[in-house]
């Protein structure tokens, strides 16, 4: 057996034992402290320190956590410029992360029209129009989320109205499931887009009988349209990423793992966090990027740069598709496809290289892998680059995890790999996928305790915005594993559901060890930086159906207040 078997089971152990700064950090008798910056009294605070799980109060000085124990010891603490916040028997949580998620992506999203919800086509182009008002002429307005099937009928509709209602913007509405265009006749005049335009393959131009384009491109006909709009300007995507930064705060993330950046995205969030506009916790896996990755193994692994706001020492891959639309590589076809089995997007020789390269530079490895196919040629690879070069403590990462042979999931805590799993995704899929893999397969899928079992720690994460951002979302599928309206009964496949306590570790000491963090947060331990929640319900109490309807207060960065709910 390799010896970064060992090391790796050694290291999860002390995770989950020890914390690193508490015994120089507590007071002590006879050693006169500065007073706390702030105290936090009167809480019911889960601390996700397995020392010390549950506390009334703890104090914060220079960014850090100092102290955590009784309300009293607290308040010996406090100075004359000592901020003291009373939670009023309110629950306190660390801040939380999500493990795997899109930072650019979610400010695109943010930048866009919504429309998921709209009940009419009047609706749509009024939000459209409300977005016209505050655009300059010529620029292009982009929405998604409309569903002609909750209009009361389901024909699509032409573009004659929103043409009317939006004369001088080109307009691109992207359909809820994202396979159809609703476009105006200024869209389609910058398309060059005419009755002589050929539908492209894999893609369908709706017609009128004269054969004039309608408005609705189908597929990849929407690409016709797509590629005219420009990307957002590097000052647009500035002011984005700051509004998906408040989105995050108000949800309660102070962090997140940005699965596949670029090295222009990776820059900018660090022109912004030196100019002190990020406030967020940004662990980035660079895009597997020929050019990128040289340049960032040449540079080496680094972490907590700008006061704790930027890492940069993951590279993210890809083995294979997603499972709605079968490209999940299997070991077996599909159930509902027999002549499928789904395919691998990266060559396995590509991942045990780049895994190879990047144990040489001291970067974690973390590759997609949904199919159970497309996981065992992940574990495959990286067992090979390890043999090679057996290394402690390299925490390489298998990101979703989602469909695993039962012969694989030891496999994980064998070879110290991290499964990085979102939690959302079970309760998205469990209504289709069924068919898709038939009763047998569904035992290794999303086998979150079966993983847990065997040792590994499982980051939780969202996805966002392939999903949605609130990391509660997940935390109450990981706990029930059934979705907002209690279905199904009893959950689906309830033995591979997490105790509370895991899934609160799962969204914030576990993505912080998943992210080489857990010195530095991941729980309200003294020597961490002093990030956390305060929610308005106990979400480690309260029944599990109610925990979606949790409303977070405030949110705490390093001890300074970064979100304050309205009401
Ligand atoms: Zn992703």
């Given at each position: 057996m390799p010896t970064f078997t060992v090391s790796c089971s050694v290291l999860v152990a002390l995770l989950l034992t020890s914390a690193p700064h508490a015994a120089a950090a507590q007071p002590s008798a006879g050693m006169p402290q500065p007073p706390a910056d702030l105290i936090v009294t009167n809480g019911r605070i889960y601390?996700?320190?397995?020392?010390?799980?549950?506390?009334?109060a703890f104090a914060v000085r220079g960014g850090r956590v100092v102290f955590t124990g009784s309300a009293r010891e607290a308040k010996a603490?406090?100075?004359?410029?000592t901020t003291v916040v009373d939670a009023n028997g309110r629950t306190v949580i660390p801040?939380?992360?999500?493990?795997?998620?899109?930072f650019s992506g979610l400010a695109q999203k943010l930048r866009s029209v919504d429309l998921v919800g709209t009940r009419s086509l009047d609706e749509v182009i009024a939000r459209v129009v409300e977005r016209a008002r505050r655009t300059p002429k010529g620029a292009w307005i982009v929405g998604r989320g409309w569903d002609?099937?909750?209009?009361?009928?389901t024909a699509f509709p032409t573009h004659e109205a929103l043409s009317a209602a939006t004369p001088d913007h080109p307009v691109l509405l992207e359909r809820v499931d994202g396979h159809a265009a609703y476009v105006n006749a200024a869209a389609m005049q910058r398309a060059g887009l005419t009755a002589a335009t050929k539908d492209p393959s894999g893609g369908r131009i709706v017609r009128d009988t004269k054969g004039n384009p309608t408005g609705v491109l189908i597929d990849r006909a929407s690409s016709l349209v797509e590629r005219q709009v420009p990307p957002l300007s590097r000052q647009e995507m500035r002011a984005a990423l700051r509004d998906a930064v408040a989105r995050m705060h108000s949800l309660g993330l102070v962090g997140m793992h940005d699965a596949g950046a670029s090295r222009e995205q990776i820059e900018l969030f660090a022109d912004m966090a030196q100019q002190g506009e990020l406030n967020l916790r940004v662990y980035v896996m660079i895009a597997d990027d020929a050019t990128a990755l040289d340049h960032y193994f040449q540079m080496g692994p680094r972490s907590a740069l700008y006061d704790g706001q930027l890492w940069v020492r993951a590279v993210k891959l890809y083995a294979d598709g997603a499972m709605g639309s079968r490209g999940a590589a299997l070991l077996e076809p599909y159930s509902d496809d027999p002549n499928n089995s789904g395919l691998l997007l990266s060559a396995p020789a590509h991942i045990e290289d780049v895994a190879r390269r990047g144990l040489a530079a001291g970067f974690q490895v973390n590759t997609h892998a949904i199919g159970d196919r497309g996981n065992r040629v992940v574990l495959d690879a990286y067992e090979k680059a390890l043999d090679a070069r057996p290394t402690a403590n390299h925490r390489f990462r298998v990101e979703h995890a989602q469909i695993l042979h039962q012969d694989d999931i030891p496999r994980f805590a064998q070879l110290g790999?991290?499964?990085?799993?979102?939690?959302?995704h079970q309760t998205s899929d469990m209504y289709w996928i069924g068919k898709r893999?038939?009763?047998?397969r569904l035992y290794g899928a999303y086998a979150w305790q079966s993983l847990l079992q065997t040792g590994v720690v499982i980051p939780n994460g969202s996805d966002f915005p392939v999903e949605e951002v609130n990391p509660l979302i997940s935390f109450h599928a990981s706990i029930?594993?059934?979705?907002?309206?209690?279905?199904p009964a009893g959950g689906?496949?309830?033995?591979?559901r997490m105790s509370r306590e895991d899934a609160l570790r799962s969204m914030t000491l576990w993505p912080a060890y998943a992210g080489f963090q857990e010195q530095l947060m991941g729980?309200?331990?003294?020597?961490?930086?002093?990030d956390f929640v305060v929610l308005d319900q106990d979400i480690m109490r309260i029944?599990?159906?109610l925990v979606l309807r949790t409303r977070v207060l405030s949110t705490w960065l390093a001890g300074r207040l970064v979100y304050k709910t309205p009401h």
């Open positions: 601390t996700a320190d397995p020392a010390r799980p549950l506390v009334d603490l406090a100075g004359p410029a801040g939380m992360v999500d493990g795997h998620a899109h002609q099937n909750a209009w009361g009928h790999v991290i499964p990085s799993m979102q939690a959302s893999l038939g009763p047998t029930a594993r059934q979705d907002a309206r209690d279905w689906w496949y309830p033995e591979q729980s309200i331990t003294p020597g961490k930086y002093a029944p599990a159906d």
